[in-house]
């Protein structure tokens, strides 16, 4: 089956830049969306469409591609990104994959 | 307000039957992509069904394939989830998710808390 891959952990001090990858072979054909989960709670929407931020998010959440990876970028990190990201795709047939998963960790 | 309710989770044998719902408000059910999304105690989000906003088409993981049925009644705002054959590794936080769709899919914009899923015996 497809797969995502995503670094298991980034750690990143506060007013830093954060940078979660995920790579694919479908990532050329296929937009990418970006969850973040906090302990407990459902996922939400940061980044759709590759690169498009849904309305109330941050505009320090940034998504790019290229080629068969994309890139979730946190710029100027805060204390409340601290949380789980995952990138999420469809392959041709239609099914959708998730990413591994990347816990991001504010030091 | 916008908003997705799950219901139906509880603890089930190997080999039962369970049957999950969705209540929407707040938006034009009718008009939506739904998705059901599951996690494992402890491990990361896996999709597991989709269905199309006038239901068909629709999609479901191999890990689910011929043992869960998606379905929708969009008069009454309700997405379902019926689970037959259910393994043990099926137990899992069971969420529902809508997504737009308008030339291309937006994501999955809102979830529901999530009905908790346990298989054992």
């Known amino acids: 089956s497809y797969e995502l891959t995503q670094p298991p952990s980034v750690s990143v001090s506060p007013g830093q830049t954060a940078r979660i990858t995920c790579s694919g072979d479908?990532?050329?054909?296929?937009?990418a969306y970006w969850y973040q989960q906090k302990p407990g709670q459902a996922p939400i929407l940061v980044i759709y469409?590759?690169?498009e931020r849904p309305s109330g998010i941050p505009e320090r959440f940034s998504g790019s591609s290229s080629g068969t990876t994309v890139t979730l970028t946190i710029s100027g990190v805060q204390a409340e990104d601290e949380a789980d990201y995952y990138c999420?795709?469809?392959?041709?047939?239609?099914?959708?994959?998730f990413g591994t998963g990347t816990k991001v960790t504010v030091l | 307000e916008v908003q997705l309710v799950e219901s139906g989770g509880g603890l089930v044998q190997p080999g039962g039957s369970l049957r999950l719902s969705c209540a929407a408000s707040?938006?034009?059910?009718?008009?939506?992509?739904m998705n059901w999304v599951r996690q494992a105690p402890g491990k990361g989000l896996e999709w597991v069904s989709y269905?199309?906003?006038?239901?068909?088409?629709?999609y479901y993981a191999d890990s689910v394939k011929g043992r869960f049925s998606i379905s929708r009644d969009n008069a009454k705002n309700s997405l379902y989830l019926q689970m037959n054959s259910l393994r043990a590794e099926d137990t899992a936080v069971y969420y529902c998710a809508r997504e737009k769709f308008a030339g291309y899919y937006y994501g999955m914009d809102v979830w529901g808390q999530g009905t908790t899923v346990t298989v054992s015996s």
């Open positions: 469409k590759d690169n």
């Open positions: 999420q795709t469809a392959d041709i047939s239609g099914t959708y994959v």
């Open positions: 269905i199309s906003s006038r239901g068909s088409p629709i």
């Open positions: 707040g938006f034009t059910f009718s008009s939506y992509e």
């Open positions: 479908a990532l050329p054909k296929q937009y």
